[in-house]
């Protein structure tokens, strides 16, 4: 019997919903379209939780799915809701930081190719593309926008081996017990593609919380999980700050443009 509900984003979903199992009350999340996310995301998060639990990723668990909306008149999922707090201290949190990137590195450890519900992703929160938007006119732009997309256009895409991604990595979507307990939520832009996917969008957000000077430790506990350099980050650095709205405010748009300022600097240095 359901005892209560409860949006958790705005009032559009997804949903916790209290409960009552035999005398004992649970929490679950259910998910269904909202006028940002569709029956395609919908999907796209019920596969990927399947496939992070089959590898021990720390993720909610999938407890049931009607992709067609046969059964609840919409696509829908529930999924167990995660304990842990998404709040990131003020201060800048250096072990957690390492750790968010070592995190990330136990989603990438595992190889998977494209497929209809988890598609390739050559840049974060796939469902948006501002530069595009910025490129068509139908966002504004800045100099250094304009700089930098010009410059990511005429360059190769780097290719590799694909991997699983989540997607849209940011302090909101990693639910911590202390600084080493995580588990990571909100699936519905997963995918496959290049580990940097992830990890220059995760850099792209610590940057614009804590400022520039804290960005190093998410490659750094990257690296320290997988043995292996993380590769081309500057690349992924500019893709993850190129797809964010032109104006964020004042100091989150300075420490953005100072991210990107960065990551033009180590692409114009020769290998």
């Known amino acids: 019997m359901i005892v209560s509900v409860r949006a958790l984003h705005d009032d559009q979903g997804p949903w916790r919903l209290s409960v009552d199992v035999r005398g004992r009350r649970e929490h679950v999340v259910l998910r269904s379209p909202t006028p940002r996310i569709d029956a395609e995301m919908i999907a796209t998060g019920a596969a990927a939780l399947e496939v992070a639990h089959g590898n021990g990723v720390p993720a909610p668990r999938l ?87 010009e410059w990511i256009q005429s360059m190769a895409r780097p290719k590799g081996p694909t991997v699983f991604v989540h997607g849209d990595v940011w302090t909101g979507n990693m639910a911590w017990i202390g600084d080493t307990a995580w588990t990571l939520i909100d699936w519905k832009t997963a995918g496959v593609g290049d580990p940097g996917v992830d990890i220059g969008e995760l850099r792209k957000q610590i940057a614009i919380t804590y400022g520039l000077e804290a960005i190093g430790g998410v490659v750094d506990g990257w690296e320290q999980a997988t043995g292996q350099p993380a590769t081309n980050v500057a690349y992924w650095d500019a893709v993850a700050a190129l797809n964010t709205r032109t104006d964020l405010g004042p100091v989150i748009t300075k420490r953005r443009d100072a991210f990107l300022r960065s990551a033009l600097e180590r692409l114009s240095q020769p290998v």
């Open 63 to 149: 407890l049931a799915e009607d992709l067609d909306g046969t059964e609840a008149g919409v696509p829908a999922t529930l999924e167990t809701f995660v304990a842990g707090s998404t709040t990131w201290p003020r201060a800048v949190p250096v072990s957690r930081i390492r750790e968010a990137g070592a995190a990330l590195a136990q989603v990438h450890a595992i190889p998977l190719a494209p497929r209809r519900d988890l598609p390739l992703r050559t840049r974060p929160i796939a469902v948006d593309d501002f530069a595009r938007d910025r490129r068509q006119g139908d966002m504004a732009t800045s100099p250094l926008l304009r700089r930098a997309d």
